[in-house]
């Protein structure tokens, strides 16, 4: 942690620009940047106090970087994550490579079930260790903010359990660590009152975890429209807002229950309809792809070109998981939604910056560069930020600063 202010000079800065009414950016105003050719940002005490072009106004810092040209931007914001979990599932993918599906695989007591267990028998203190390891590897590939669910307990204690991990992070972070209430996700065979128990659930949970969303995966072989009505019903009830897994495999229904909640985000979208990306472009919902699980199951991709083409905002997550999506990187994710989704450099990067800080409710905090936001700044390797959509396993940024919190990669 650096004491004071420092200064990042001689640097390609560059950012999204909000729009002046806030919320997400929209349609083509996603492939707009900000760019200081030869620029500088000024951190103090953790927050950005001045950004712009040449060099810094004379003044004592505690600390220069020379950036050398290459690029600063805002750390990664990663809106979709299940990084909380215990145990492995490296077994799976040869049945995958065998030929089993995702669908398969968890019918037969696998997938996310199996985590279910792993969960449901580790401390806390076992979970919140291993989340803070993950959320280092995350920070060494460029992510700042994170989104963390709950989702691998199903009953109430270890969704509780899994909550207090992750808040207990949260507590210790230098970037914002926010949980999500994944109260619908597998069906517990044991359990015919579990909607009912996650309802009740709910209300104590977002007392725990004020602002925090509830989310649901709606899919065959998991929760039906019906049993996802039933929960967003209480969450209207409480005031607590909506997320969803919508479309993944099919096409059930969810994106519309999601759009007739407002929902603050409707995620995964592979199997979207034309209709249903109309209908998402056209409402104040920010559609969330996940393109590591087209990489990592079936080579299919959320239609973001033609979300983005009909106005709509597009946020892009990693969807680190034990088992559809093996990745904690969410520059990865931005080049496969370059590559697989046709996005520009300018549309991914917006898409994991400011529109997914739009999704966790935070971009008055993080996801661009301007006075008063927090210094969750990366220097990349790069003098051309394009490289980081376009570049495939690259080594991560050279410098990450989280809010004053350094760390510096080793060659």
């Known amino acids: 942690m650096v004491e004071g202010s420092i200064a990042i000079e001689n640097a390609r800065v560059v950012t999204c620009v909000p729009p002046a009414g806030g919320g997400p950016l929209r349609g083509e105003a996603m492939g707009s940047l900000r760019v200081f050719e030869r620029g500088h940002v000024v951190v103090e005490r953790g927050i950005v106090s001045a950004v712009g072009d040449g060099p810094a106004a004379s003044r004592a810092v505690s600390m220069r970087v020379d950036a050398r040209g ?199 979208l592979e199997a979207s309809t034309a209709e249903g990306i109309a209908a998402l472009a056209a409402s104040r919902s920010i559609g969330v792809a996940l393109p590591v699980c087209g990489f990592a199951l079936d080579g299919r991709h959320a239609d973001g070109r033609a979300l983005i083409d009909r106005g709509g905002a597009l946020a892009v997550a990693s969807n680190w998981n034990p088992g559809s999506a093996p990745s904690p990187s969410a520059a990865f994710a931005a080049a496969l939604a370059g590559k697989h989704m046709k996005l520009t450099a300018a549309e991914a990067i917006c898409a994991v910056t400011h529109n997914a800080a739009c999704v966790l409710g935070l971009e008055r905090q993080c996801g661009s560069i301007a006075p008063g936001m927090r210094g969750d700044l990366i220097v990349l390797p790069h003098r051309d930020e394009r490289a980081l959509v376009h570049e495939v396993a690259g080594p991560g940024p050279d410098l990450s600063i989280l809010a004053g919190d350094l760390h510096v990669r080793v060659a």
């Open 70 to 268: 290459r690029v600063v931007m805002p750390a990664l914001v990663d809106c979709h994550t299940h990084a909380c979990w215990a145990g492995d599932r490296w077994q799976e993918w040869e049945m995958k490579r065998a030929g089993a599906s995702y669908l398969d695989i968890l019918k037969s007591g696998g997938g996310i079930l199996s985590t279910v267990a792993a969960v449901r028998a580790a401390p806390r203190e076992a979970l919140a260790s291993r989340l803070a390891e993950r959320l280092a590897e995350m920070r060494a590939v460029g992510t700042g903010a994170v989104e963390v669910k709950t989702g691998y307990g199903l009953d109430a204690a270890t969704e509780l359990k899994m909550l207090e991990a992750i808040l207990a992070v949260q507590a210790v972070w230098p970037a914002p660590v926010v949980p999500t209430l994944l109260l619908g996700h597998a069906i517990d065979r044991d359990n015919p009152r579990q909607v009912d128990d996650m309802c009740a659930l709910l209300e104590q949970a977002s007392d725990l975890a004020p602002g925090a969303a509830v989310d649901a995966y709606c899919e065959e072989g998991a929760w039906t429209v019906g049993m996802c009505r039933t929960l967003f019903e209480k969450a209207r009830r409480l005031g607590v807002p909506v997320r969803i897994h919508a479309d993944q495999f099919n096409a059930l229904g969810a994106l519309e229950l999601a759009l007739e909640f407002g929902a603050r985000s409707v995620d995964h």
